[in-house]
C-alpha cells in the first residue's frame, strides 16, 4: 500500500497540546495569562504540564528519524526509541523547538507550526449569556478554534503556501474538553453535539483551502481525572457525555471521509490508551495509589525540578491535564500508528518566516 507523504504538521487545539502561548500573552494589555490560567508557579517551560507535552516527544521522534535517514546511520533508533531518555530531551530542547511556541523548524525549513492555545474551545461561545459570571468571562477571553483557523490561513496566504505543500501536511486537532468544563457549568450531551459541529466545521474550511490529511484526537474519559474522582454525584455524568462526545466524534469523522476521497481523516484512540493505563497503571510504570492524585498537589512535586522524576508514578499533572509521562506514551503510540499510514519525510518548503 502506498503512503501519503508527509513533511510538515499543524498541531491546532488546546491546554492539551499548548506550547505555552497563553503563557506569553496579557489580558487587555496588562494582566498576565499566566496568573489566570493557573500557569505560573507551576510549569518551568510555560505548558499544562510540568515538562514535556506529547508533542514535543512526538516531535523528537520524527526529527531523530529524519537525522538517521540523513545521516545513513543503519539502525532505526526510532524502533526503540524510549521518549523519556535525556538524549530526547536534549534533542528537543537544543535543536528544535522550545525557544519559540509557534513555529519548529528543522535546519531552517518548515517543520511544525503550533495552532494551540490554553482554553481553547471547539465552538464559538463569544458574547452567549451565561448565568454563571466565571463562563461568561471564559466565553469572552478564550480562544476558539475559528480563530486559530483564522490564523492559519492567514500565514498561508502570506507566505503563498502552494497546494503541494499543503497536500503534503497533516492537521492534527484535540479540541472540546473546555466546551464541557471551561465554558459551561457542567458537561452536557447539547454542549457535545455543538463541539462535534464545530469541530468538522474546521475540517470542511480546511479542505477547501486545499489541505486534505488530518488527525482529530478523541477526549480521555474526563470522569477518570482527579477533578471529576473528588466528585463523585457528577463522575457518571462526565463519564457519559465523554463517551457520547467520542462516538459523535467516531460517526462524524467517518462521514466526513464518506463524501471526502480525497482525504485522510483518521479519529487517535486517546480514551482507549490512558484507559487502559487507568486500569492498569503499575504494567506501564505508574503507581496504582497515585492514579487519582494530582502531581501538582502532591507533596512530590517541587518546581524547577531538572528531571521531575518523582512524576513519573504521576497519571495526571494537575486536577484534569494529564502528566508529561502520560504525554509520553499518546507519543507513542501515535508515532506507532501513523508512521505505518504516513511516509514522514523531511520538509521541502524554502526558509520560513516568523509568525
Sequence with gaps: MKLWKISSFIMMGDSFSAQGTLDRRNLLGFTPMSTLSGLRGRSSLSKFTTGLIWSDHLSAMIAEEFIIEESGAAPAIADNINSHERRVEILVQTGYFLNNDLVINHKGKNFIRNYDEGGLTAHDYSWVPSVNLDCFFNRLILPTLNGVRKKLLAYDEALELSKKHKAETLVIEW?????????????????????????????????????????????????????????????????????????????ACQEFAATHSQCSVDVFDVNSIVTEIYENPEEYGFDIAKRRQSYIQSTDFIIEKSDFSSEREYMFGDDVHLSTYMHAKLAEHFYRKYRLEYYFSTPEMELVNEE
Design 175 to 251: 479540541s472540546g474538553a473546555n466546551d464541557l468544563m471551561a465554558v459551561n457549568t457542567s458537561p452536557s450531551r447539547d454542549y457535545v453535539d455543538l463541539a462535534i459541529k464545530a469541530r468538522m466545521e474546521n475540517l470542511a474550511q480546511l479542505v477547501r483551502n486545499d489541505y486534505s490529511h488530518f488527525v482529530l484526537f478523541n477526549l480521555p474519559d474526563l470522569s477518570l481525572t482527579p477533578r471529576y474522582q473528588a466528585k463523585k454525584e457528577e463522575c457518571e455524568y462526565t463519564r457519559d457525555c465523554s463517551l457520547y462526545f467520542n462516538e459523535r466524534l467516531s460517526t
